[in-house]
């Protein structure tokens, strides 16, 4: 077989949107039943959320359109005043985009040469004179949990709890050291390792955050950013082990980053607890009682699809071949690499693209033979890269209010869940301080409880998946922003990011 090498798949959409905060720190925002848009939100939310389509980039600027979840436009009208739409010319609903020094944006009608501003409520484009009231804050709207690739590098970055440094040398991003939590507060980012410490101006990882581990960053359209100090110093690459620190002189753009969410990957454990594990570089067998890189696949999954992909490290994609044989020298277009998978509580079920199920024969080799499945086809599933989960709903994050005793599903920042896997699929939840979660009568969940429950994961997509509480119903988030588990079936509410 032909050596294949890791290549990072292309940035998803959802990684590329922005959230835009005013000076006055509320966010532009979408007004669903006003055709129009305001500036009046504190916190990140759908109705904030915003693509950015270039046409036309060029170092420090870029010709752009800016559409809302809703797929329409912000539209600049002749009077100055904002609304949504379809663009009606060429031009209609074009800015340019320049990129300041300090992080900032501005945006600027191509029509009119007015620039975008807000008054701390009202958006309007009257004022062709620059002033701090036109200046913008990005901040990247995907998943909090990303990872940091170098695109010049070819690199991810990786945490090093033993040194308490980053370094920059990771070529697959299947270690949960590769995985960062990006917090936001006060206009900074703060960038947490898996195993719950900071990057620190030092180029150290201390244990907690702090102004020495603020960074200001710099966002481009298509998911690149910089982190700075803010006194001229840049994170990048240095040396010859390629130690992520401050610097003043990166080279050839090492300062930036793609920023993506953390990918989803998976071990799969056979009913005489044997990991799947590729052998003689192509072969899949149930060999291994211990994880191994060769047991590790990402979970590639289209939101919405029941299809799934397993990718390895090597780079190649679980495939169903001749004589119903599975093995791993697929590539991501191929037909025969998606699986539709069906889940049992906790246990999934692979079924290849012939109809017949995926399950282990008597020499050990995961083949497509059965017509119905039973045990032999179901598959203990763990996540091998997740020490803990940041969920994420469609109302904001799981996490812990000081207005509330109960967990709420509404924050703009979310508190981490720490997994401690029972067995294949269920998992204790634990919360920050050590307890365990509890759920009361109502389907309500508070997160000082004395004694570990199980949770049945189930993933729904690369970076989606649903939770089944013990009650016997599904998690989900609710309007009132209350986290609630009362749900006998999957809706979109019980659907979430991590």
């Known amino acids: 077989m032909d050596e294949v090498q890791w290549t990072p798949r292309p940035p998803r959409a959802e990684d590329l949107r922005v959230g835009l905060i005013s000076w006055a720190g509320s966010y532009l925002t979408f007004e669903t039943y006003k055709n129009t848009v305001t500036a009046t939100a504190k916190g990140l939310g759908q109705r904030q959320t915003w693509e950015i389509l270039v046409s036309n980039e060029h170092d420090t ?59 701390g409520e009202d958006v309007f484009c009257t004022s062709r004179v620059l002033s701090a009231y036109h200046m913008w804050t990005p901040r990247p709207a995907l998943h909090v949990h990303v990872i940091l690739y170098s695109p010049l590098n070819h690199c991810y970055a990786r945490a090093d709890p033993t040194m308490g440094r980053v370094w920059v040398d990771a070529p697959v991003p299947c270690l949960e050291e590769c995985g960062f939590l990006l917090h936001f507060q006060d206009g900074c980012y703060h960038l947490e390792t898996s195993a719950h410490t900071f990057l620190s101006h030092l180029d150290q990882l201390v244990s907690q955050p702090s102004t020495q581990t603020a960074f200001h960053m710099q966002v481009r359209p298509g998911g690149l950013v910089a982190l700075t100090d803010g006194e001229g110093g840049m994170l990048y690459p240095q040396g010859a082990r390629l130690l992520l620190g401050l610097g003043s002189s990166p080279c050839g753009g090492e300062e930036w980053f793609t920023l993506q969410r953390c990918p989803t990957w998976v071990s799969l454990r056979s009913k005489t607890r044997k990991f799947l594990s590729i052998v003689y570089d192509v072969e899949v067998c149930a060999a291994s009682e211990h994880i191994t890189p060769m047991s590790l696949f990402q ?8 299809s799934v992909q397993l990718r390895s490290s090597s780079g190649c994609y679980l495939a169903q071949r001749r004589h119903r044989a599975v093995m791993a020298d697929g590539h991501r277009l191929e037909s025969d690499t998606l699986f539709r998978m069906h889940w049992n509580r906790g246990r999934i079920i692979l079924q290849s693209p012939n109809g ?60 981490c869940i720490h997994l401690l896997p029972c067995r294949q699929g269920i998992y204790h939840f634990q919360a920050q301080g050590g307890s365990f979660w509890s759920i009361t009568s109502f389907g309500t969940f508070r997160p000082w409880g004395k004694f570990a429950l199980n949770f049945c994961i189930e993933l729904q997509g690369s970076n989606l998946l649903t939770v089944l509480a013990p009650n016997g119903f599904y998690m989900r988030s609710d309007r009132s922003g209350t986290l609630l588990a009362d749900s006998e079936d999957i809706t979109k509410e019980c659907i979430w990011e991590f």
Not at 76 to 100: I, K, N, Q, V
């Open 299 to 306: 979970f590639e999954c289209d939101n919405g699809s029941p």
């Open 356 to 415: 017949r199920f995926l399950g282990i024969v008597a020499n050990g080799l995961l083949m497509a033979n059965a017509t119905i499945p039973g045990p032999n086809e179901e598959f203990g599933i763990r996540l091998a890269n997740r020490p803990f989960l940041a969920l994420r709903g469609r109302y904001g994050y799981v996490g812990t209010s000081s207005e509330h005793d109960l967990l709420q599903c509404n924050m703009d920042q979310p508190d």
């Open 61 to 119: 600027q870029a010709v752009v359109r800016l559409k809302s979840l809703q797929g329409l436009y912000l539209l600049c009208e002749a009077d100055g005043s904002l609304c949504y739409g379809r663009p009606r010319t060429s031009h209609h609903g074009c800015f340019l985009l320049r990129f300041h020094r300090n992080g900032k944006w501005t945006l600027q009608c191509i029509i009119s040469g007015r620039y975008l501003e807000s008054d």
